[in-house]
């Protein structure tokens, strides 16, 4: 009998067979946005993961901004087009695989972790917070969705909404945590609302926090 996909395989799947497509789209203007105000938050120099950096443009930007970007995705495919953009090395490694310890300043995670499954959103949260140094900023956008679903292209997301996400980072120890949120179009064409949660890690650091929640 033949195996059934898991959803976060056909995910896999549709960045395999699409990334030069989606490789060529740059951030929409919210994205943009989001990007330049975590940039703002962080000292001169700081050392940020580009978590789930598809083809790489917010590394890029994040480079030209002088920082250090680590870039890591689960896709091949698409870290070889990050490489060729960013210039420097990608690490091709699934989120669940995360290694770091006390190794960032910050963790920025654009529509990535999104499509990590919902019984696996503490672990790989945990494995953030290892990853950065006391102090250190995370920032991530979700779907707002009431349950898990799978869209038009076949790519798996989880449920996500404000109260849950704040529940899931207050949970994994981060602090001053901020919910930003903004209407937007996916590769799919269909308008969603992007929910970014924001939260600090405990500690001494140069990085500024805004209002919290
Ligand atoms: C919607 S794209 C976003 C890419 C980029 N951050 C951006 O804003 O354009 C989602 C990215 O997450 C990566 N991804 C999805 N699931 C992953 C996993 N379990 N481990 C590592 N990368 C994953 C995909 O390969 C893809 O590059």
Known sequence: MAKRK???DQTRAFYACNAENYAKHNPSP???EQREGFAAQLPPGASVLDLGCGGG????????QGFKVTSLDGSPELASIAQTRTGQDVIVADFLDLKFTNE???VWAAASLLHVSSNDLNEVFAKVV???RPGGIFKASFKEASQDWTDDLGRYFCAMDVPKLVQLLKASGFEAVTIESH???GSDGKVTQWIWGTGFL?????????ASS
């Open 6 to 8: 898991r959803p976060v």
């Open 202 to 210: 405990q500690g001494k650091s140069s990085i500024k926090a805004s």
């Open 104 to 106: 960032f300043d910050a």
């Open 57 to 64: 443009h917010d590394s890029l930007a994040l480079l030209k």
């Open 183 to 185: 209407p937007g179009v």
């Open 130 to 132: 290892r990853s950065l």
């Open 30 to 32: 919210g994205f943009t």
